[in-house]
């Protein structure tokens, strides 16, 4: 089992940037792939982005791709969301995820993925 351990976060304005930084112990981390997901207030958690095991694919949600940037540092077993342009629209708690193996399946919801990390509230104003 992996633990996942979140850090960054907070409250930002419009067009600001952030960064998400999810650090992994235990199970392999180099071995899985790994997502973000977030759960806007009062919505159900959707998916924001994820990474195969080596780094070289990535995923990205409609609404996010172009500002956000998913990276992972398998040699510091982290994992990042570098956040550009934010809107308000991005306001939630932001989570990540450890796949069940090395690569993500496009469709793939939170039901698919086994650890967590503790979540981080992410708040844009306008």
């Known amino acids: 089992q992996v633990q996942l351990v979140q850090s960054g976060g907070g409250l930002v304005q419009a067009g600001d940037s952030l960064r998400l930084a999810c650090a992994a112990s235990?199970?392999?981390?180099?071995?899985?792939?790994m997502a973000w997901f977030r759960q806007p207030p009062g919505k159900e958690r959707e998916f924001v982005a994820a990474i195969n095991w080596s780094g070289k694919s990535s995923y990205y949600a409609d609404s996010v791709k172009g500002r956000f940037t998913i990276s992972r540092d398998n040699a510091n077993n982290t994992l990042y969301l570098q956040m550009n342009s934010l809107k308000p629209e991005d306001t939630a708690v932001y989570y990540c995820?450890?796949?069940?193996?090395?690569?993500?399946?496009?469709?793939?919801?939170?039901?698919?993925?086994?650890?967590w990390g503790q979540g981080t509230q992410v708040t844009v104003s306008s």
């Open positions: 235990g199970r392999t981390f180099s071995r899985y792939s």
């Open positions: 995820a450890q796949g069940g193996d090395e690569n993500y399946y496009a469709g793939s919801g939170p039901a698919d993925f086994g650890s």
